[in-house]
């Protein structure tokens, strides 16, 4: 049985290995891991980011669920559950995880960032707007949220507002 060090351990490799791509071995080292403590949260965020990689949605769901379950406050897992349900069609359900994300964690830029995505995709362009905007004060670098922003503009028509 390995110890809480060699389980830190095997999760920071099974983490190089999921950077890198690696995906079904950093799912063999996480499933050791899991095998063993089952209510480690970093391991079940972690295999719930590999099975979003793998496009397991209902196995993403379910160790990100499992994650929520052991630690209810985990913003990460309530985002990542709205990714998988975005991916999956359901951008209503996706938009109740990512405020239910930013509820617990309010300057969590990525949950913004996705939770304007959702809504542009269910046509709520004012909501979306909104919701880049505060991405944007948040983290005034953040990429994608300035092109989905200029985009969203130009869509509208509002080529000044775009620039």
Request: proline residues 2%.
């Amino acid at each position: 049985e390995p110890s809480s060090h060699d389980m830190s351990q095997m999760l920071a490799v099974a983490h190089m290995q999921y950077s890198s791509g690696r995906y079904r071995e950093a799912l063999q080292m996480c499933e050791t891991i899991y095998q063993v403590d089952a209510f480690r949260t970093e391991n079940l965020l972690l295999m719930g980011a590999i099975h979003f990689q793998l496009r397991n949605f209902s196995e993403c769901i379910f160790y990100n669920q499992q994650c929520v379950r052991v630690q209810p406050n985990f913003a990460e897992a309530y985002s990542n559950l709205g990714n998988a349900l975005k991916e999956l069609g359901d951008c209503a359900g996706a938009v109740q995880f990512y405020l239910k994300a930013i509820k617990l964690k309010p300057r969590f830029c990525d949950a913004y960032n996705n939770l304007a995505l959702a809504y542009m995709q269910l046509g709520q362009v004012q909501d979306a707007i909104q919701t880049y905007q505060m991405a944007l004060v948040l983290a005034p670098n953040l990429v994608d949220a300035h092109c989905n922003l200029g985009n969203l503009f130009k869509s509208q028509g509002n080529l000044e507002a775009a620039r």
